[in-house]
């Protein structure tokens, strides 16, 4: 992403600074100050002073507005230009965060808020590299396809940051957007969330529709079923080792509300079982888990996965 040239000032340090106290309503000064920027562009009353040069290099949209001539009665401070937008405060914050700030968008996990923020307005104002940067983040957590699942399961790597409403919020996001491809697994990982009460939860969550609020209940009760009739029943050969398989008792039920059918075959599972069983169980384990990743979709009443990921929202 293209940097401000070194002989430019640092921006002010000091954020929300208010720039006109006098006022019934004071504008604030955000973190993206730069004292010799040449736009000002003002969102919910937050103010970032920037560069043109800039905007327009990472963004058509910025281009095109900046190549129109002056309106007679265009809103200028400090022989800046104003631009008054319509997002949120801190949506524009980020944005302009990933523009001039190369190591603000690190490798480690984002919260959630700041991947949606980046989703948004890289879609639109029109720019590519950092939208698919955010969309990464969360197709990396939220996949497609079950060997991505796979490998998101197998590494201790995550693109966003673990919070309790993080599958809730994935689902609000991609129902805004349009990210139809992540819905599935959402869905499931909010199926799957060990929640103490998990339905008492769910249901007094005022973020989800009412009904995606039934699809997540009525799908996690199907998963339920799903996994006591594949996992627990068909995981061992016959009668063999039944008795002494404890520890896939206990994945499948304990604590109550445990669902493991995508995770991968734990070791811990074939303690006490023979040979014979545990060989049995991986391939069962292995094919109930691919039976489960194409019938994902329509558990919770979606679309199967070609076409969620051919309708799903792109920039281009």
């Given at each position: 992403m293209p940097d401000c040239p070194s002989s430019k000032r640092q921006r002010t340090s000091s954020p929300d600074v208010e720039i006109d106290p006098s006022s019934a309503h004071p504008l604030l000064r955000s973190a993206m100050w730069y004292d010799d920027g040449n736009v000002i562009l003002t969102a919910e009353?937050?103010?970032?002073?920037?560069?043109?040069?800039?905007?327009?290099?990472?963004?058509?949209?910025?281009?095109?507005?900046?190549?129109l001539p002056p309106l007679p009665d265009e809103d200028k401070k400090d022989e800046c230009s104003v631009v008054h937008l319509s997002d949120a405060a801190f949506d524009v914050e980020q944005l302009l965060k990933m523009m001039f700030e190369r190591s603000y968008f690190t490798a480690g996990p984002q919260p959630m808020k700041v991947v949606a923020a980046l989703l948004r307005l890289g879609r639109k104002y029109i720019i590519p590299q950092i939208y698919?940067?955010?969309?990464?983040c969360l197709t990396t957590d939220f996949p497609a396809t079950l060997k991505e699942w796979n490998a998101h399961k197998n590494i201790d790597f995550k693109r966003i940051l673990e919070i309790d409403s993080l599958e809730v919020e994935a689902i609000v996001l991609a129902r805004e957007l349009n990210l139809l491809s992540i819905l599935p697994i959402a869905f499931y990982r909010t199926a799957a969330a060990p929640y103490i009460s998990h339905a008492k939860s769910i249901l007094s969550d005022r973020?989800?529709?009412?009904?995606?609020?039934?699809?997540?209940?009525?799908?996690?009760?199907?998963?339920?079923?799903?996994?006591?009739?594949?996992?627990?029943?068909?995981?061992?050969?016959?009668?063999?080792?039944?008795?002494?398989?404890?520890p896939i008792f206990d994945a499948c039920f304990k604590p109550p509300?445990?669902?493991?059918?995508?995770?991968?075959?734990?070791?811990?599972?074939?303690?006490?079982?023979?040979?014979?069983?545990?060989?049995?169980?991986k391939r069962v384990h292995n094919l109930t888990r691919r039976n489960l990743w194409s019938k994902l979709p329509a558990i919770f009443e979606l679309d199967d996965w070609d076409v969620l990921k051919a309708n799903s929202s792109k920039l281009r």
């Open positions: 009353r937050i103010q970032s002073k920037v560069y043109k040069g800039v905007l327009s290099a990472h963004s058509e949209v910025f281009q095109d507005m900046f190549s698919d940067e955010a969309l990464s973020s989800l529709s009412p009904r995606d609020k039934a699809l997540v209940l009525v799908g996690r009760e199907e998963l339920f079923a799903y996994q006591h009739e594949q996992f627990w029943t068909q995981s061992l050969s016959e009668d063999c080792c039944r008795a002494d398989a404890r509300g445990t669902l493991v059918l995508l995770d991968p075959w734990k070791e811990h599972w074939q303690y006490k079982i023979c040979e014979e069983c545990c060989e049995h169980g």
